[in-house]
């Protein structure tokens, strides 16, 4: 399995078992204090979907909504997802999602009635890297769907720009950052926009953007055949 930390500390590393049960895994990870996100989470927030998925989608960390009910893409950007993946030809079901940090970042309001979102550090997204590369190791799907720039800095490293290369269907393992001495049958990444950017789009662009969405998805729809 590639990709460690990259950094003196220790991490989810040694929370991670030496498996490819999904199931084992997503148990481990309720226990992980990896990084320093897990005091204030409600739970961590594993993948969910099946070990045979052909499509893993890779998101950012978990919103209010996910740490609340424990599941990933159940929230608004998650919603926005289920239609994009559906208007362009890929069955919800057979997709395994995940995010690059699996604990919710975010501050409270003075009331404290809200929690706002706040971006994972680089530091919250190496210490959670363990996960993700179990998570690779474990599903090997054919195509790996980078969503956002979180996403894309676990994965493709600090250089890949999603504005850049966006909808481009790229060769796996990466030739720089974290995974690109990964051994997984994985053939192909692409990165797209996180389903959150749509939502935050103002009306008169917010079309457009669920429209760019549904074009990057189509290209691994694709693939898929």
């Known amino acids: 399995m590639a990709a460690r930390t990259g950094s003196g500390e220790p991490g989810a590393e040694r929370f991670v078992p030496a498996t490819g049960d999904l199931a084992v895994l997503a148990d481990a990870a309720r226990v992980c204090e990896g990084c320093e996100l897990y005091r204030d989470a409600s739970q961590t927030v594993f993948g969910a979907g099946p070990r045979a998925a052909r499509v893993m989608l890779v998101g950012e960390q978990p919103g209010d909504q996910e740490d609340r009910a424990g599941e990933p893409f159940v929230g608004p950007a998650g919603r926005v997802l289920d ?119 103002d009306e008169e662009s917010r079309r457009a953007a669920y429209d760019a969405l549904v074009a990057d998805l189509r290209v691994v729809a694709r693939v898929l055949g």
């Open 83 to 201: 239609r994009a993946l559906s208007d362009a030809g890929i069955v919800r079901d057979d997709a395994y999602v995940t995010n690059a940090v699996k604990h919710f970042r975010f501050k409270s309001t003075a009331s404290g009635k809200r929690r706002i979102h706040q971006k994972p550090s680089a530091a919250n997204v190496s210490a959670c890297r363990p996960w993700l590369a179990a998570e690779l190791q474990a599903v090997q799907p054919q195509v790996l769907v980078v969503m956002g720039a979180t996403a894309a800095q676990s994965l493709l490293g600090n250089a890949f720009r999603v504005t850049r290369q966006r909808g481009e269907l790229l060769d796996w393992p990466p030739a720089e950052g974290p995974f690109a001495n990964d051994v997984t049958d994985i053939a192909h990444a692409i990165a797209t926009v996180h389903p959150s950017s749509v939502l935050r789009a």
